[in-house]
């Protein structure tokens, strides 16, 4: 339907009695709850918004403190639905004011005549599920109740102002303002004394521009909070003709970016960089004035690594000391508690400057908290100021705050939304919650929401409940409920989500923490605004995964299941290789893999530095091999760990895993010796087997020289590399040595069989295939050979071996392998530690600075070295890792 006959037909909804009875109730008229309404009317359903505003604009309608600004450009923070309403419309600035965005509201809402159906100043009181009329009942304190089938919540993630938490408050004779409900009224400020408490973006955003209007500003902060200057003016010239020029891309892009702005995934990291090349970046950065290219652009691991973030927060701090003058001051403004972007940046105009300014105070409260409100201002436990006016810019109960905390909600069996939700909000894609069928939320907690620029989300959110709604009423369905599998399948990809970037490590609104009593945890969807998009779109494409489906005259449907099983970044390093439309390696011949590999390998980042890398050779079962050594920056000597590399017995060499020997190498603090073993077809069966003995009977006879601890070594292996640590291991007991002190078995091949669970289960998809493991398997050695235990170390004596660490992914084909192998050698009685990497591949653990959720896997590979060794099983300063395909977002 074209958009001009959609505004002219407003939607018909009828009155019952006194209750309106509607299609679909949507909570809100802001930028989610307009929208909504011009699509659920372009859809042909009846819909009303109520709104407790006397107008359009949600927050904007609310924040209307001085100096209130988007701070995601102008040009990204806009509807992109419709392009006629975006030629229709051309911002001023970088970054609009607040009444210049309420007007662009006002605009759209008068352009697709939506204020008919929006009912003003209500509130809704209450909302039950009435199961016999598989309806929303809702009691409004402003008119007609309302009978809906469907009840969309487009309150916004910041929308319940928090309480002021102060004693006195209301013993103060002078003015109290709020910057989420700031009054509409002109607010004479000026030459009075004012108190502001709060330095998130609200106070920051005003409190230059209250200074400039007070007698005297005392500013009292509880936590200093990163901000970056907007240099903001007209909208960037170069951004604007990025868009004018494609806007069809642009918007694209921007879609399926991890912010919801189109910048590209930044690939260098930050030890790749010099100091002079970081500084360049960070100084860029800093010109650029934005929020999203300062949070994402200058170094891969900014994000999700507290050594790659320390960096920039420390040319930050530098910026902060530079500009304010009195060091003191200076001091208390830098923020030392939290990574940066680990809790909401801001943009500022002017704010560290103000603090120069001789009517500016600023009141640490970690040095002295308030006490007090008192009648004539507020009194620390140190002093006491006197002001005409107090500003709270104390924030938000965040995600959760404006769904729950506003009306009950009381769903299937009488359950309530607050009681399901009293240990933190349980969703599944943070649209939906099981048992409170038709009831939808828009960027609710566990969708990207704050950590992207909010117009993008928003219009995704919208256009997905739209859409499947209308799908449902084709379809004959008039009831959807998420299952309780998928929800708890979401919760834990969430979970694992928040392991990939620093979040986690603030006290800030997305956890929960600014509000007394509330339940903690990372609330927003971490994984980033594209991933996200394309897991909705998969659960469509899967049949409505994880929602049971149903109504008068159709059979239910419900396919349920978890829609994300993989870890985060193990499902966008797939979603990347199915895009690269790779060719499959067992069809090219061992030299046409081999090549592929080596080229393969160029693209991946390149390792940490360690204290030294270098190349040699060492005699093996039958001449010399080349090995890379990899020695600890820390003084020697350090035990040696004799490593063997993955390839099937046919690919790589000894530095084709060489992130991976660098990690376990920082890790461990030992020596990490890379064995280049023969290869097949030029060298069948047992030619490896024996050089994996032999190269490691000649490191340990050679350990002093090699600069190691002389007595025991251990050993190492990924994959076929682990097959050969494994019977090295083996050997190393029936031919009186070298006296191995322990192994590591990741992914090992252990049997010569393709009949187990796993290769069934884990037969195509996840990289490491079982025809190119067939493939391998018949380079490598002959049917009869396989139940040698050179071949197949499961089938060996496993009485008397090393205390062994045994790691296996849950999406592999050789995962029940490498746990028989693990059982068997526990059953013999050797002591073995074991690690299931869950949602993990083949590939998983030696993908450095790619998974970065299998850090914690490498981080315990190399304790267990260590406790092999006899050292202390924790290696000091070990560090958090980095990711450069997880990214850290920012929220507009
Ligand atoms: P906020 O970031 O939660 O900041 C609240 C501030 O008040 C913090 O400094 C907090 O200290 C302090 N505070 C809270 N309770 C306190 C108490 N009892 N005593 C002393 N200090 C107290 O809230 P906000 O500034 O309103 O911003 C919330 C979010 O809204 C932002 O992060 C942003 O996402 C959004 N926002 C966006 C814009 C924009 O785009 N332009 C503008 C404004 C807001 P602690 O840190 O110690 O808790």
Redesign the pocket.
Known sequence: MPDAAVAARSSDSTNSGTTQQVDVAVVGAGFAGLYLLHRLRKAGFSAVVIEEAGDVGG?WYW?RYPG?????QTIDYSYTFDSELESAWQWSEK?ATQPEILRYLGFVADRYELRRDIRFRTKVTAANWDQSAERWRLTTDNGAGISCRTYIMATG??SA??P???DGVKDFKGEIYF??RWPHDEVKLAGKRIAV?????????SIPLLAEQAAHLTV??????FALPAHNGPAPAERRALLEGDRTTYREQARWSLAGVPYPQQMAVSWQLSDAERRERFEQAWATGDLVYILTQLWADQGVDVNGNALLADLIREKIRDVVKDPETAEALTPHDHPFGA??P??DTNYYATYNRPNVTLVN?RQE??TEITASGIATDKRNFDVDVIV?????D?MTGAIMAVHPITGRDGKSLSDVWANGPQTYLGLTVSGFPNLFMITGPGSPS?LSNMAVSIEQHVDWVVDRLAAMREAGFTTIDATETAQAGWAQHMADCSMMTLHRLA???YTG??VPGKAQGVMPYTGGVGPYRSICNEVVGRGMLGFKLSGPDVAEQCNDGEVVRLQPDVRLVLGMLVEMNLPQIEQLGAQGARDFLTEFNKGRPAGRPVGEVGDGVLHGADGLLSYRLYRPATPGPHPIVVYFHGGGWVLGDEQSDDPFCRDICRRSGMIVVSVGYRHAPEHRFPAAAEDGYAATRWIAEHAAELGGKPGPVLVAGWSAGANIAAVTCQLARDRGGPQIAGQLLICPVTDCRFDRPSYTDNAVGYFLTRSMMFWFCDIYCSPADRTDPRASPLRGNLANLPPALVATCEFDPLRDEGIEYAEAMAAAGVPVEQLQARGHIHTSLMMVDVVVTGVSGRAKMAEALRGFAGLPRKLEASGEEASPIAVNAA??
């Open positions: 927050t924040n209130a600004r988007c701070d995601i970054y993630c910041l102002p928090k002021p938490e102060i910057t989420g408490i709060g330095t998130g973006s609200s106070g920051i955003q009292f902060q509880r936590t200093p909070n809790k909401r801001c943009l409260l908290p308030i709270f810019a104390t924030g938000f965040a704050v006290n800030t609104w923490a600014n929220a507009g």
